[in-house]
């Protein structure tokens, strides 16, 4: 079972990038999927979730409206469109997946990581 992340970087405030995260060993759709990122200092949040029952996201309360997350079934990779980015979204994004036949996000498999970084 493994979750590879990628598509981290630098961008400048307002700017956008797309995370993907491919799966192997298991199929997403059978684990709620989401994302999740940890700021310098600070703890580990999640950041949006595609829930495993009817497959509608949700999105934490500062990225709702920026962010979009979503999921290709066929390519078995989730994916986190971040547009707008401000300097506070900042952190080291992981994709995870879990539990199985559960609804919301409570990890049982974590990505390694990718950097995000938002600075002029």
């Known amino acids: 079972v493994q979750l590879q992340a990628s598509g981290g970087g630098l961008v400048q405030p307002g700017g956008s990038l797309r995370l993907s995260c491919a799966a192997s060993?298991?199929?997403?759709?059978?684990?709620?999927i989401g994302w999740f990122r940890r700021a310098p200092g600070k703890e580990r949040e999640e950041v949006a979730c595609?829930?495993?029952?009817?497959?509608?996201?949700y999105y934490e309360d500062s990225v709702k409206g920026r962010f979009t997350i979503s999921r290709d079934n066929v390519k078995n990779t989730v994916y986190l469109q971040m547009n707008n980015l401000k300097p506070e979204d900042t952190a080291v994004y992981y994709c995870?997946?879990?539990?199985?036949?559960?609804?919301?996000?409570?990890?049982?498999?974590w990505g390694q990581g990718t950097l995000v970084t938002v600075s002029s």
């Open positions: 995870a997946a879990g539990p199985r036949d559960g609804v919301y996000c409570v990890p049982e498999f």
């Open positions: 060993g298991f199929f997403l759709d059978s684990y709620p």
């Open positions: 595609i829930k495993r029952t009817d497959g509608r996201p």
